[in-house]
């Protein structure tokens, strides 16, 4: 079963292509990685498939359905959601608030302006719960500007999975974690659902080879290769991309140091 | 707020959305004019209508971010509205409110499907541009508007044909007060609501909100449609309170009049379009005089500072200072 | 009709003049300027001054209407401006707003609210006949003043390494201040340069539309329709888009006098509803 896939999806920028025929698939409860060098058009990836940027030809199929021509609210209300690689929260709302008003607008109550919120017992719980497991629990009141940014990349995530998603796009999830707070990252990670199909963006290896069972390495734009982690780390082609074509001669000389 | 100290999410909802002592005090000191003052019960009613203004401006800029420079066209068309009305035969005060209120909304409508899909400087240019060119047309359209003389003959018929609008404000400041105290009510519902919490989050991170699924453009035509029905209820109460409507209800100064109250009270907080009425109002009433000039050299130094220095206004400057003393004790 | 294009066209040069520095700015640090036209009263001010008081020849007041209107925007700038360059449109909106209040309250309390009277010098005044019409002098000397300026300003923009730290600063201002470009002393003296414009503008418009503390604002509005028609950052769009709003207003003023301003309104709203950037904005 497939959960998103892609197909022929192409967009430049005059001369500049920033996506060349992608075709990729992702099923159901996968936990896929995409990597490759900065400028290798990864978070543009994701703006394409998310509706932020329009692609020139192509699908975007999300469980079979062609999405490209939708609105980017339309795909999240479809299950098709992302986080950002920078936080994009709300810095004056606490992330109670923040995560109710994602619950809210998926059940469609934010279109109530008569009732309070409070009104809506459900709906501050079901926020607090998800905020809870994501260990946000006791930070949930401050304002999200007063958080450490390990904690705004928890809410990052938590906003997401708000609108239970089918398909989870983590555009960098690790990406500013200091090294202290990483270990929640990873155990909330690890503990998301099994039905959400995920692909994540990260440049940090060791979470890559954590959670990744496949991972698609991409290089100007287009796909280059991809399969298992294990094939992956051994490619030659993978680390030309990321050391240059002497990764050889560095590999040969490393062979005499060692003897 | 420690998390210790509160009870439950849902408690702590609550304890937002609840009336606060120093709430009540304001809503009851409004009402000190008629014994305190009763000599400026007119100045008063002014107020109050400014006050509502300023409030339908906040609904819009600050909870939904949306900069308007041409607020006052929905003034100015709930004003023109309830006057002829009422000089062309119907001068019934609240029958000519809710028509004003109808007007103000629909043209609000029309003009939020515009205003919803821009940002930055299209979108202040956008709003200048609208207010500027009802203005223009309501200058041509004199024989409709009264041009530059204003509208004649505007007359009002006791409210519930029982209260009929005297010379020293009394009933004017009554109605106007009640007028504002109701649409407050349900300002302060919005607010407090699902609906209000999104209009935040658009405010906070636009971006953000289509990427949760939100249909914010939707959201934003709502708000816009309901301030320009709130501001049209404002202009008509000046015209239905003081028997004349004049070109200067939509023009240029009045929405940049509006834009600088609120900023001074501090927008996004329900009470800042009220406060920097009452201050601004009182202020030009002692200070204006003779010399205009005078009164804006302070208002641009005021607002400067304001920026500079109290960013959000006089009201945020309280919340800062009253987090701080929190923290002491 | 050509005398109303020649018309329409000189007074779409004092546009042009009055609103390139503001589009150059906004464009560059996207700092909304709404005190713009405040400097351009300041230099109509200096030009009224020098004549009056100091029977100035009219040629000999324009440097100082230039420099003027520039130094005291550097004033504004150090101390003002530059704490506020990341800040919300609105902010930037109101303490310019401000400090425009502020300038019109000084004028009129200097120089009152009538519009000040300046005789221009004789080889000014009249008309120039050629090719079978006549051209108002003053409007020509406009024109060729603003295309001089034009031609000045595009040259330094595309041939000096001033002009190219400008444009990288307008194109991308993290790549340029990546690339060592100091953006922040390069939008200091294009402010300069702007405000200066503005006053020199100013200064022209007096013979024109008459100078009284209300410009700061009348034609704030003029100028921000230019600049926003025209796209932030572009001296080519603001070129094109002052001449047409020019022709435009003189046009409509002539032909069909009951609308008046109205059409000019309705231009910039439907023009910016199909792009909103401006016709050679980017974003």
């Known amino acids: 079963m497939i959960a998103l896939a892609t197909r022929g999806l192409n967009k430049r920028f005059g001369s500049l292509v920033v996506a060349k025929d992608i075709a990729f698939e992702l099923p159901v409860g996968a936990r896929h990685a995409l990597i490759g060098p900065n400028g290798a058009g990864k978070t543009t990836l994701i703006n394409l498939m998310t509706g932020m940027l329009p692609p020139d030809t192509g699908e975007i199929l999300l469980g079979g359905e062609n999405i490209a021509t939708l609105a980017p609210e339309a795909r999240v209300r479809r299950g098709l959601v992302r986080t950002f690689q920078i936080n994009s929260l709300f810095p004056n709302l606490n992330a109670l608030e923040a995560v109710t008003l994602a619950i809210c607008e998926r059940e469609s109550v934010a279109r109530v302006w008569w009732q309070r919120v409070t009104a809506h017992g459900g709906v501050i719980d079901e926020a607090h719960g998800i905020l809870s497991s994501l260990m946000l629990g006791n930070d949930c009141y401050r304002p999200t500007r007063e958080l450490p940014y390990g904690r705004q990349r928890l809410l990052e995530i938590a906003l997401a999975l708000a609108t239970r998603p089918k398909v989870l796009l983590l555009d960098e999830p690790a990406a500013g974690v200091p090294r202290g707070e990483s270990a929640e990252l990873f155990a909330v990670v690890s503990s998301l659902p099994s039905d959400i199909s995920v692909l994540f963006i990260e440049h940090d290896m060791d979470f890559v080879f954590r959670f990744a069972s496949r991972i698609i390495v991409m290089v100007g734009g287009a796909i280059l290769l991809e399969g298992a982690p294990r094939e992956i780390a051994a490619d030659p082609r993978v680390r030309e991309v990321y050391l240059g074509k002497s990764s050889h001669a560095a590999s040969r000389h490393d062979g005499a140091r060692h003897g | 707020m420690d998390a210790s100290a509160i009870s439950s999410p849902q408690a702590y909802m609550r304890l937002q959305a609840r009336w606060r002592p120093v709430e009540l005090a304001f809503w009851l000191a409004t009402l000190l004019p008629f014994w305190l003052t009763p000599d400026y019960l007119v100045l008063a009613s002014q107020i109050a209508i400014t006050a509502l203004f300023a409030l339908s401006l906040d609904l819009i800029l600050g909870y939904a971010g949306i900069v308007s420079l041409g607020h006052a066209a929905f003034f100015g068309l709930g004003a023109y509205t309830a006057g002829l009305i009422a000089k062309y035969g119907w001068g019934e005060p609240v029958t000519g409110l809710i028509a004003a209120t109808l007007v103000a909304g629909i043209v609000g409508y029309a003009a939020s499907l515009i205003v919803s899909r821009f940002r930055h400087l299209a979108l202040i240019m956008i709003t200048l541009g609208m207010g500027l060119l009802l203005a223009e047309a309501a200058n041509s359209a004199s024989w409709l508007t009264g041009g530059a003389d204003g509208l004649q003959g505007v007359k009002i018929w006791p409210v519930f044909n029982v209260f009929s609008f005297d010379l020293y404000g009394y009933v004017a400041y009554s109605y106007a007060l009640i007028v504002l105290f109701l649409v407050f009510l349900l300002a302060r519902r919005i607010i407090n609501s699902p609906f209000g919490l999104s209009l935040r989050g658009i405010r906070e991170n636009a971006v953000r909100v289509p990427a949760l699924g939100a249909p914010s453009r939707a959201h934003l035509r709502k708000i816009y449609t309901i301030a320009a029905a709130i501001a049209g209820i404002a202009g008509a109460l000046l015209a239905q309170t003081t028997e004349t409507v004049s070109l200067e209800a939509l023009g240029f100064q009045r929405s940049a009049d509006v834009l600088v109250i609120l900023i001074l009270g501090g927008a996004g907080r329900l009470y800042g379009g009220l406060i920097g009425a009452i201050i601004f109002m009182v202020a030009r009433d002692q200070f204006s005089g003779n010399t205009p000039q005078f009164w804006y050299f302070w208002i641009g130094a005021l607002l400067v500072a304001v920026v500079m220095f109290l960013p959000n206004g006089i009201l945020g400057g309280f919340a800062k200072l009253a987090s701080r003393w929190s923290k002491v004790f | ?283």
Not at chain 3, 206 to 214: A, F, K, Q, R, T
Not at chain 3, 231 to 257: C, E, Q, R
């Open chain 3, 1 to 283: 009709m050509i005398g109303v294009l020649f018309d329409g066209f000189a007074y779409g040069m004092l546009l042009f003049l009055l609103s390139v520095g503001l589009s150059v700015t906004l464009g560059m640090m996207n700092f909304v300027n709404l005190a713009h036209c405040a400097f351009a009263m300041i230099g109509g001010y200096v030009t009224v001054t020098l004549m009056n008081q100091w029977h100035w020849p009219f040629l000999a007041t324009l440097p100082l209407a230039f420099l003027g209107p520039a130094l005291v925007s550097v004033v504004f700038e150090r101390a003002l401006y530059r704490r506020l360059y990341g800040a919300s449109d609105l902010d930037q909106v109101l303490l310019t707003i401000g400090l425009a209040f502020v300038s019109v309250a000084v004028a009129a309390y200097l120089y009152g609210t009538i519009q000040q009277p300046v005789r221009m010098p004789d080889y000014l005044r009249g008309s120039v006949t050629a090719l079978g019409l006549t051209f108002g002098a003053y409007r020509l000397f406009l024109i060729i003043m603003a295309l001089g300026i034009t031609l000045l300003l595009a040259g330094a923009l595309e041939y000096t390494r001033f002009g190219a730290q400008v444009r990288a600063a307008v194109d991308n201002q993290r790549m340029a201040r990546g690339l060592g470009i100091n953006v922040d002393a390069a939008f200091a003296i294009t402010f300069a340069l702007g405000s200066g414009l503005a006053g020199l503008g100013g200064a022209l418009a007096i013979e024109i539309v008459g100078l009284d503390p209300s410009f700061a604002f009348t034609y704030l509005i003029y100028v921000l329709i230019v600049v926003s028609v025209g796209g932030l950052g572009s001296i080519g769009g603001s070129f094109v888009a002052a001449s047409l709003i020019g022709i435009s207003d003189v046009a409509g003023k002539y032909y069909v006098p009951g609308l008046g301003a109205f059409l000019i309104y309705l231009v910039m709203i439907a023009l910016l509803m199909w792009r909103p950037a401006g016709l050679f904005g980017r974003r």
